[in-house]
């Protein structure tokens, strides 16, 4: 578990029982009201991209990813 202060690009996250790569954020504090972090994420399988809005300090599950390849014969 990260809070969404510890967002970096290319970190994966799974939310809601689906992987997401962080494109891009943004840590905004307003004058008014409480801090929040805009990202962009895009989805591992499909490449659908979104964008979604975490209150500040929102813990967020981090997946391990591994990427491997193969010879095919």
């Known amino acids: 578990m990260a809070t969404t ?3 970096k690009n290319g970190m994966t996250l799974d939310l809601e029982g689906q ?3 962080v ?3 943004q840590h905004v504090k307003p004058g008014k009201g409480p801090a929040f972090v805009r990202t962009k ?3 591992v399988l499909s ?3 979104v964008e979604k809005t975490f ?3 929102v813990k967020v599950e981090v ?3 591994e990427e491997h390849t193969s010879e095919l014969q």
Do not use: C, M, P, T
């Open 47 to 49: 490449g659908k991209v």
């Open 5 to 7: 202060n510890d967002l």
């Open 23 to 25: 494109v891009e954020f």
């Open 19 to 21: 992987l997401w790569n």
């Open 55 to 57: 209150n500040a300090g």
């Open 41 to 43: 994420l895009k989805h």
């Open 63 to 65: 997946a391990r990813s």
